[in-house]
């Protein structure tokens, strides 16, 4: 019988076509780019790359099309390390996305269609999942499957005693009663703008942001900030982390998820919530140093050697 997981994810695949240039096109205009990649993406399945090159047990609930795609899923899952509890779906599509790079600053614009079989992640799928959820350390979810399945995973792991995080992307109308299944929540600044309304420009203003979100239910907020890092609010601490330098930035797309999947990893090992997002900036910085998303994911001993070498300063 299967260990129980430390980490559970529950998300999607996409296959991330890139395309790089120095802007994006205008309606009806045709731009030359200047390279293009075809590699695996998907928060979800990034989040549990990430969370797996931590050395976290870790399972990622799923479906897939019966595609090549599909098989792109599960070979790199196989590969890092990650548990699959996907569902292939017979005559289903797996996702894509369009990722535009910029080749001035590695900055990103994405497009995601997460294809008809993530539309079929519902209710009574989850709940074939109970078990492997209610058993596990730490469970992490994204909204790029539909909303239901994600409530009731995170119903499911804050009944067991489960820690739970919400990576709230992409932002969208979120019922009330979700924010008090989160024991942490991880919206970048977009995200923490749509969902508490508060413009995050700022320190100050991603505080603010974070205060609002522990009124609306949440235990833990953490505001990722980019390049400025990331601020960790919650009834005893309310700090601004700064972010890591690992080298030139050459493209950000996996740097969010690179951040949840190695919190969640550190989460699920014991360490403070404080310590853990010092881990995830740590994983993030790294991250952005690299081309790709899952690709860009760092290994454990590679976060440890930065937080090693930048930290202690900061203390």
Not at 4 to 11: S, T, W
Not at 217 to 238: C, D, M, P, R, W
């Given at each position: 019988?299967?260990?129980?997981?430390?980490?559970?994810?529950?998300?999607?695949?996409?296959?991330?076509?890139?395309?790089?240039?120095?802007?994006?096109?205008?309606?009806?205009?045709?731009?030359?780019?200047?390279?293009?990649?075809?590699?695996?993406?998907?928060?979800?399945?990034?989040?549990?790359?990430?969370?797996?090159?931590?050395?976290?047990?870790?399972?990622?609930?799923?479906?897939?099309?019966?595609?090549?795609?599909?098989?792109?899923?599960?070979?790199?899952?196989?590969?890092?390390?990650?548990?699959?509890?996907?569902?292939?779906?017979?005559?289903?599509?797996?996702?894509?996305?369009?990722?535009?790079?910029?080749?001035?600053?590695?900055?990103?614009?994405?497009?995601?269609?997460?294809?008809?079989?993530?539309?079929?992640?519902?209710?009574?799928?989850?709940?074939?999942?109970?078990?492997?959820?209610?058993?596990?350390?730490?469970?992490?979810?994204?909204?790029?499957?539909?909303?239901?399945?994600?409530?009731?995973?995170?119903?499911?792991?804050?009944?067991?005693?489960?820690?739970?995080?919400?990576?709230?992307?992409?932002?969208?109308?979120?019922?009330?009663?979700?924010?008090?299944?989160?024991?942490?929540?991880?919206?970048?600044?977009?995200?923490?703008?749509?969902?508490?309304?508060?413009?995050?420009?700022?320190?100050?203003?991603?505080?603010?942001?974070?205060?609002?979100?522990?009124?609306?239910?949440?235990?833990?907020?953490?505001?990722t900030l980019g390049e400025q890092g990331a601020y960790?609010?919650?009834?005893?601490?309310?700090?601004?982390?700064?972010?890591?330098?690992?080298?030139?930035?050459?493209?950000?797309?996996?740097?969010?998820?690179?951040?949840?999947?190695?919190?969640?990893?550190?989460?699920?090992?014991?360490?403070?919530?404080?310590?853990?997002?010092?881990?995830?900036?740590?994983?993030?910085?790294?991250?952005?140093?690299?081309?790709?998303?899952?690709?860009?994911?760092?290994?454990?001993?590679?976060?440890?050697?930065?937080?090693?070498?930048?930290?202690?300063?900061?203390?």
């Amino acid at each position: 019988m299967e260990l129980p997981a430390d980490v559970v994810v529950l998300g999607i695949f996409v296959a991330d076509t890139t395309y790089q240039a120095h802007r994006l096109p205008h309606m009806g205009e045709t731009l030359i780019g200047s390279s293009f990649h075809l590699s695996p993406g998907g928060k979800g399945s990034n989040q549990a790359v990430a969370s797996a090159r931590s050395l976290a047990k870790t399972h990622i609930i799923t479906k897939l099309g019966d595609d090549s795609f599909s098989e792109m899923a599960l070979n790199l899952w196989k590969n890092s390390g990650v548990i699959s509890e996907a569902m292939k779906v017979t005559g289903k599509s797996t996702g894509a996305a369009f990722v535009f790079l910029s080749e001035k600053t590695g900055d990103n614009a994405i497009i995601v269609s997460p294809g008809d079989a993530v539309g079929e992640i519902c209710s009574e799928f989850i709940q074939t999942k109970k078990e492997i959820i209610q058993n596990s350390k730490v469970l992490i979810t994204q909204l790029e499957q539909p909303l239901e399945a994600a409530v009731l995973a995170l119903k499911i792991a804050k009944s067991s005693g489960v820690i739970t995080i919400l990576n709230p992307a992409p932002a969208m109308r979120l019922p009330a009663e979700i924010f008090t299944l989160c024991d942490y929540i991880t919206p970048n600044e977009v995200e923490a703008e749509q969902l508490s309304g508060i413009c995050v420009d700022s320190i100050e203003s991603a505080k603010l942001a974070a205060e609002k979100f522990c009124q609306m239910g949440v235990k833990n907020s953490i505001i990722t900030l980019g390049e400025q890092g990331a601020y960790f609010h919650n009834l005893k601490i309310s700090v601004h982390i700064p972010a890591f330098k690992a080298g030139k930035t050459k493209e950000t797309t996996g740097a969010g998820d690179a951040f949840n999947g190695a919190f969640a990893a550190a989460l699920a090992r014991g360490e403070s919530g404080l310590a853990a997002v010092k881990v995830g900036c740590a994983a993030a910085a790294i991250s952005v140093t690299r081309q790709g998303t899952s690709d860009s994911m760092p290994l454990l001993s590679e976060v440890e050697l930065l937080l090693k070498t930048h930290l202690g300063e900061r203390e």
